[in-house]
């Protein structure tokens, strides 16, 4: 299979963290040699954020550091590609409608909107996906409203859409 | 009367340079009369530059430019003098243009270098601690942090290769308390560029140091390869510190504008060339099996937590609130 991470999947990989059983889970049962794991270089970016926001105020201490590092491990040795279809000089065509009519659905969150948009266009975009599926953290941004999302996606992208959504503790 | 407008700003800036070149050239002659032979020979080019940039700053003379750059108190057009030589005992003093207002101030610059005279011949350790505890009160603590973060890398390098083992066990775990140290006084760093790059090289080198800390000293050559261009990515020609010092915001003197736009170009150079230098190393720490596994990295920040520590997710939440 195919997955799209959010963000919150790789704060899973931190052992202290409330999702880390679920997200060991399920790298144990969707193992990286038989499935692609994707995501989005908003996803990435709202963690550099985050880190350079711990750095400004002094909260880098070394016991965080290692977190990090056990993420852009991970992020290094097992993310296939992280989609940026916001970027400035190719942006897709449909990455700004569906971002703006995300966004009041994700209380206006911006890394959720572009995450989930990215996650769209890649669904369509990326050739040969196996079961394409946005695995997250986020039952409340992400999984419920996802029909609304799904009827966006219809709109924008005019074409069948064979994207799943999924929390990561779900059984899929 | 100031002709300042009649000259094109190229011209101006060579005017100025030539000042500069000449104020440098004169302290530096004053300098090698007062120290004795021997004082000479250890009177190295870094310090001949700072010797000028503190006899200009104990002056207020302005029209030799400084800032706070990577090891104290810099004058670049100082420094062009200097390069010319190894030591102040090989110093052949160019010709220096008989200017008045150089000949005015003379006493005044050997008045400097008396004062400084003792100072410069100290050991580098008592030597930057006096340098930099000149900076401004606002980089101080930052200059103050790098120190140790410098002296320990070196001392971690040293026992590596010695292959002291117990050593290297303390040297590394003093280290990453430097690091610390380092990460809590780069507040005056708003890039957010420069921010991941420091992010970048710090992971890289922790990560690196963690597994050099109980090493077999296999492929020690390559190793020890790998911790020199380690170094170089910090201190050398485009590396990390370029990107970290308040030279610009530091610059005193009437050519200010001129090394404002020398160091813009430094670090668009070093932002370009940094990450592909960083990208390297990383393969390079890949292949001599530098990386620490996750598990690795989690079992340190256990160690380091002592068992007490929130999960990022939960500190993210303070971010945001």
Redesign the interface.
């Known amino acids: 299979m195919d997955f799209f991470f959010d963000t919150?999947v790789f704060?899973g990989?931190?052992?202290?963290?409330?999702?880390h059983q679920s997200v060991n889970g399920f790298l144990d049962k969707h193992p990286k040699d038989a499935n692609r794991y994707f995501s989005a270089k908003a996803a990435k970016e709202e963690l550099?954020?985050?880190?350079?926001?711990?750095?400004?105020?002094?909260?880098?201490?070394?016991?965080?550091?290692?977190?990090?590092?056990?993420i852009?491990?991970?992020i290094?040795q097992y993310i296939k590609n992280f989609t940026n279809y916001e970027q400035e000089s190719k942006k897709h065509p449909s990455f700004d409608p569906l971002y703006r009519d995300f966004l009041p659905i994700v209380e206006k969150d911006h890394f959720d909107a572009a995450i989930l948009a990215n996650a769209f266009l890649w669904s369509c975009e990326e050739c040969g996906l196996l079961s394409p599926t946005v695995v997250t953290t986020d039952d409340g941004h992400f999984y419920k409203p996802k029909e609304k999302f799904f009827k966006i996606a219809n709109k924008h992208l005019n074409r069948a859409i064979i994207l799943d959504i999924q929390c990561v503790w779900d059984d899929f | 009367m100031d002709f300042g407008g009649s000259i094109s700003p190229r011209e101006k800036s060579t005017n100025h340079l030539t000042t500069e070149r000449n104020f440098s050239a004169l302290v530096l002659y004053e300098a090698k009369r007062l120290f004795s032979t021997r004082e000479r020979l250890v009177i190295w080019r870094s310090r001949m530059e700072k010797l000028v940039a503190f006899v200009a700053e104990n002056l207020k003379y302005n029209k030799l430019t400084r800032g706070w750059y990577k090891f104290g108190l810099y004058a670049p057009g100082a420094l062009s003098v200097c390069n010319e030589f190894s030591n102040l005992e090989d110093l052949v003093v160019p010709t220096i243009i008989d200017s008045r207002e150089l000949s005015d101030i003379k006493p005044l610059i050997k008045k400097s270098l008396l004062n400084f005279h003792d100072i410069f011949l100290r050991p580098n350790e008592d030597f930057y601690e006096w340098v930099y505890n000149r900076s401004p009160k606002e980089y101080k603590s930052f200059y103050f942090s790098k120190m140790p973060f410098e002296t320990h890398l070196y001392n971690f390098k040293r026992y590596f290769e010695a292959r002291n083992n117990r050593e290297l066990g303390e040297e590394y775990q003093i280290e990453i308390e430097s690091v610390s140290k380092l990460y809590q006084n780069i507040k005056h760093i708003n890039d957010n560029e420069i921010l991941d790059l420091f992010h970048l090289y710090m992971d890289l080198l922790e990560m690196s140091l963690m597994k050099l800390k109980n090493d077999d000293f296999k492929k020690i050559e390559e190793k020890r390869i790998f911790l020199n261009n380690m170094d170089d990515a910090y201190k050398g020609e485009c590396g990390l510190l370029e990107l970290l010092v308040p030279f610009k915001q530091t610059l005193t003197g009437n050519n200010s504008e001129f090394w404002s736009e020398w160091a813009d170009e430094r670090i668009e150079k070093t932002k370009m060339s940094l990450p592909s230098k960083l990208d390297d190393l990383k393969r390079k720490a890949i292949s001599l099996d530098l990386v620490p596994t996750m598990r690795e990295l989690g079992e340190d920040a256990e160690r380091l937590a002592h068992g007490k520590r929130e999960s990022l997710r939960e500190i993210f939440k303070k971010v945001d609130t």
């Open positions: 919150g704060l990989l931190d052992d202290k963290d409330k999702h550099d954020s985050k880190r350079r926001e711990f750095t400004r105020r002094g909260w880098s201490k070394a016991e965080r550091r290692r977190v990090f590092q056990i852009n491990a991970f290094w």
